[in-house]
């Protein structure tokens, strides 16, 4: 059974930090790319991040580049989500996502709330 288990979120005053981390088991983790979503209350889940099997190719969203870097540990079979100058507009719960193409399956974590507030 695919789980993907998210951890790291919680309450930072804007321009802080926080380190989000997703923690695979049953999948060989290794073979496949990793997402990271978010949904603010009222909007639709948007694509935050992405990156491929190797770690080495990586993919943001306009909003939060320059901000966020992705990355993974193959080995610890994480990935990673580093936000830095976080801003109210960050405010989301932040969801971790791999899908397998041969069996059309997509698998999501239960998701970690981000609130980014004074």
Known sequence: QVQLVESGGGLVQPGGSLRLSCVASGITFSIYAVYWYRQAPGKERELVAGVNRAGG???YADSVKGRFTISRDNGKKT????????????????????????????????????????
């Open 57 to 59: 190719s990586t993919n």
């Open 79 to 118: 990935v990673y989500l580093q936000m830095n100058s976080l801003q109210p507009e960050d405010t989301a719960v932040y969801y971790c996502n791999t899908r397998i193409p041969a069996t059309n399956s997509n698998y999501w974590g239960q998701g970690t709330q981000v609130t980014v507030s004074s």
